[in-house]
């Protein structure tokens, strides 16, 4: 069994609550899609953490803080400069700020495994643009989009970047993680999953998200954590608007 986390954005309260329900469960085996800082509070703190994972992505805000934050708001841009300032600066020893730099500048767009005739592709946005790419629950009417990124896909594609969590089905269906029961069974056929955001959910529950994949079987969960001490957190910090913070209440 393995645990696929995305879009921590800093949230260190998050994190840790989402890696301590991943080893209540024995699972030893995690992959990160991506997007570790940005937007958050504690962005030193969450490169040290996801370090540990088997895999993990690179996502744009990730490579907006090592690079060019290209396309980004000013809110984002604001963000991204304050966290490239953290992970450049701070109170650890110039070896271990390096370390960070290195690891998140060294990571890769995207991940592929083979597993008993079922493909696996790891991305954060998309199989056709795994760093930037949105794929939308409501990309299901666009055929043309979806087409073209199932082209890509062997079988089972696994993402995040909109902080929405659910399945796309190569017949243009979406299904919410509440539609499924949390619970869905991979049958062979080309299938998209969004394993939602770790630090800022955007799908109306607050509560952090992440699936974890036994087999066949993708189960969604959901986990309380310390909300308002990040946004306190983020309230603390000048470079950080507080809206970034206010959105977290309502998974937003």
């Known amino acids: 069994m393995k645990a696929i986390i995305s879009d921590i954005h800093s949230n260190l309260e998050a994190l840790q609550a989402v890696l301590a329900d991943i080893q209540a469960q024995g699972i030893t085996e995690i992959y990160c899609l991506g997007d570790v800082v940005g937007y958050g509070p504690n962005p030193r703190e969450c490169v040290d953490l996801v370090m540990n994972c088997k895999v993990v992505i ?9 690079f060019d934050p290209d396309g980004f708001n000013a809110s984002a841009e604001r963000a991204i400069f304050w966290t490239r300032g953290q992970l450049e ?3 650890d020893s110039r070896a271990v700020r390096e370390r960070r730099w290195e690891f998140l500048a060294e990571r890769p767009r995207s991940h592929v495994e083979s597993h008993q005739d079922n493909d696996y592709l790891f991305v954060h946005g998309s ?14 009417y666009n055929q043309r989009k979806m087409d073209r990124i199932y082209a ?5 594609c696994f993402q995040g970047h909109t902080h929405v969590p659910g399945i796309f089905t190569e017949n243009l269906q979406f299904f919410s993680p509440d539609d499924v029961n949390y619970s869905y069974k991979l049958d062979g056929r080309k299938t998209l999953c969004n394993v939602g ?4 959910p955007r799908d109306g529950i607050w509560k952090a ?5 036994d087999n066949d079987t993708i189960t969604f969960r959901r986990v309380e ?3 308002e001490k990040t946004i306190r957190k983020i309230y603390d910090v000048p470079e950080l608007e507080n809206f970034l913070g206010d959105r977290l209440r309502e998974g937003r």
């Open 209 to 213: 998200c992440y699936i974890t994949l």
């Open 89 to 91: 600066s701070g109170p």
């Open 225 to 227: 954590y310390e909300v």
């Open 127 to 140: 199989a056709r643009n795994p760093l930037n790419e949105y794929v939308f629950p409501e990309d299901i």
């Open 152 to 156: 890509l896909v062997k079988k089972y």
């Open 58 to 66: 690179m996502g744009n805000h990730d490579q907006g803080a090592m």
């Open 197 to 200: 955001s770790v630090g800022q």
